[in-house]
């Protein structure tokens, strides 16, 4: 074996030094994510709600329901390409609870304009509580901002607030 030229013992050098780095950032990250999680007491959230998805129909009834003046319960299922219920009315909102579950993969639900944006996973109901501003009123689009296949570009939904 011919000795190791100039170039190849620097070479050498800096793969030493790129992998000393590498295992520095790795133990830190480690270290920073073992923090949070120990002395912090971060964790993944808990008051998760799951449902079966083949039971979907047993445990989610679509639809709105308006439970005390003002308050709305909206459960909505989204599955490929469409949100049901699809049209959203509401009248004087001035609290509304939206559950949101999937039925087949992975989907999102956002409201064009407003701090609703959430993604809604088969077999979790997202919930949102949303008190939306008392001047809104009007059509708003509901969009999937999540690709959920083929169809993903026609899957949205209309909120109308209505005042008066
Ligand atoms: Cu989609």
């Not at 308006?66 to 909102?93: D, S």
């Not at 939306?132 to 169809?151: A, F, Q, R, T, V």
Request: hydrophobic share 45%; charged share 20%.
């Amino acid at each position: 074996m011919a000795p190791a030229s100039q170039a190849e013992k620097q070479a050498e050098k800096l793969e030493y030094i790129w992998i000393g780095l590498i295992i520095v950032m790795l133990t830190s990250f480690l270290a920073i994510l073992g923090y949070a999680a120990i002395a912090k007491g971060f964790t993944t959230p808990e008051d998760v709600v799951t449902c079966d998805v083949r039971k979907l129909d047993e445990q989610i009834t679509p639809g709105i329901r308006e439970v005390a003046p003002g308050v709305y319960e909206v459960n909505i299922t989204a599955r490929m390409w469409a949100f049901i219920p699809n049209e959203i009315v509401l009248e004087n909102p001035q609290k509304v609870i939206f559950r949101i579950t999937s039925a087949d993969v992975q989907h999102g639900f956002e409201i064009v304009g407003t701090n609703v944006n959430v993604m809604v996973f088969p077999g979790y109901i997202a919930e949102v509580t949303w008190y939306p501003p008392e001047d809104m009123e009007g059509e708003y689009l509901i969009l999937c901002n999540e690709y959920c296949g083929l169809g993903h570009q026609d899957m949205y939904g209309k909120l109308v607030i209505v005042r008066g």
